[in-house]
């Protein structure tokens, strides 16, 4: 039986993958009104950075005050890897490749994790992750067309993919960080350290401030690349915040297939917003990964659960 706890975190994972899924598209009409991917990522992290820092003063000084030691590597680390990195990378994918497909990539991010779980923690699977992991690979070589040398743009390919591998430090750092701080100080310390990062990468002192004005369309509607780029801001930190307080409740390889959700709104949003449309093999493959990929969390997930009651057996019996 599911526990009130880990239903609330499913909950919460899967409200944030449905705002993550809308981003892409507010981010991409940004880029092709002029700004660069890591320009758009820069203005994403600084929005949301404030809002983080507002809402985390408070309990940031009394974390101070109180003599915690807050973790600042392992938060500098989640600031560059979880949200700058990832970021960047995925706006990269998203100007060369369709939106949906950039996420498809991104996502292979829990597969890494269940590669890390398997080889890092040294947690035997079942045969069943393994399968999953074939089944994701084998979607991934149906999604890109590789029987026609590679259709898709090789640098969205390999930005997609880089995508993926910090997305997974999203998951894994975020279900340890969130154990030891407070969420409203993880996003706080996470994006002001993205900002910095990125600000010699994303130059503002060249940004073309102009494209902020200028007229973008979206779902047929005309708007302005501010109220884009508002949007994106908002969307990303509602999203962040919901995720990573689901990561109290649930595991990462659960946290990450439920994340799934996001590539299917992702692809919705960018159909119903830029008119971006997949081919048949695109869809069949994207849905043969999603399949592989919840075969291979649920496994996972199963995996710990099990090892999690034994642990609580054996302590009633010491008990």
């Given at each position: 039986m599911t526990s009130p706890r880990a239903a609330l975190g499913v909950t919460l994972v899967l409200l944030?993958?449905?705002?993550?899924?809308?981003?892409?598209?507010?981010?991409?009409?940004?880029?092709?009104?002029?700004?660069?991917p890591i320009q758009v990522t820069w203005l994403r992290i600084c929005g949301v950075g404030l809002l983080a820092l507002a809402v985390a003063a408070v309990p940031l000084v009394r974390t101070l005050r109180s003599g915690t030691r807050l973790p600042w590597g392992a938060l500098a680390l989640f600031g560059l890897t979880a949200i700058a990195?990832?970021?960047?990378?995925?706006?990269?994918?998203?100007?060369?490749?369709?939106?949906?497909?950039?996420?498809?990539?991104?996502?292979?991010?829990?597969i890494v994790v269940v590669a890390w779980v398997r080889f890092v923690r040294r947690t035997i699977l079942p045969r069943s992750a393994v399968i999953g992991v074939l089944l994701s690979l084998v979607g991934l070589c149906i999604v890109v067309e590789v029987w026609s040398g590679l259709r898709l743009?090789?640098?969205?390919?390999?930005?997609?993919?880089?995508?993926?591998?910090?997305?997974?430090t999203y998951f894994l750092s975020g279900e340890k960080l969130t154990a030891r701080v407070d969420v409203r100080v993880l996003l706080a310390v996470g994006f002001a350290a993205g900002a910095v990062a990125l600000a010699p990468l994303a130059a503002p002192w060249t940004l073309?401030?102009?494209?902020?004005?200028?007229?973008?369309?979206?779902?047929?509607?005309?708007?302005?690349g501010l109220?884009?780029?508002?949007?994106?801001?908002?969307?990303?930190?509602?999203?962040?915040?919901?995720?990573?307080?689901?990561?109290?409740?649930?595991?990462?390889?659960?946290?990450?297939?439920?994340g799934y959700a996001e590539v299917v709104v992702a692809s919705l949003a960018a159909w119903a917003l830029l008119g971006e449309a997949l081919?048949?093999?695109?869809?069949?493959?994207?849905?043969?990964?999603?399949?592989?990929?919840?075969?291979?969390?649920?496994?996972?997930?199963a995996k710990r659960t099990g090892v999690e009651e034994e642990a609580e057996e054996a302590a009633v019996t010491k008990v």
């Open positions: 944030a993958s449905l705002f993550f899924g809308v981003c892409g598209p507010f981010g991409k009409v940004v880029i092709q009104a002029g700004l660069t990195a990832v970021q960047a990378f995925y706006f990269i994918a998203v100007e060369r490749l369709p939106v949906g497909i950039a996420l498809l990539l991104e996502f292979m991010g829990p743009d090789a640098v969205g390919l390999i930005a997609g993919s880089a995508a993926a591998a910090c997305q997974a073309d401030w102009a494209v902020l004005s200028s007229e973008v369309t979206l779902g047929g509607v005309d708007t302005t109220v884009s780029i508002i949007a994106l801001v908002a969307c990303t930190a509602v999203a962040y915040g919901l995720g990573l307080s689901g990561l109290r409740f649930v595991s990462a390889p659960v946290a990450g297939a439920i081919t048949i093999p695109q869809v069949v493959g994207g849905l043969v990964v999603i399949a592989g990929v919840f075969t291979a969390q649920r496994a996972v997930a």
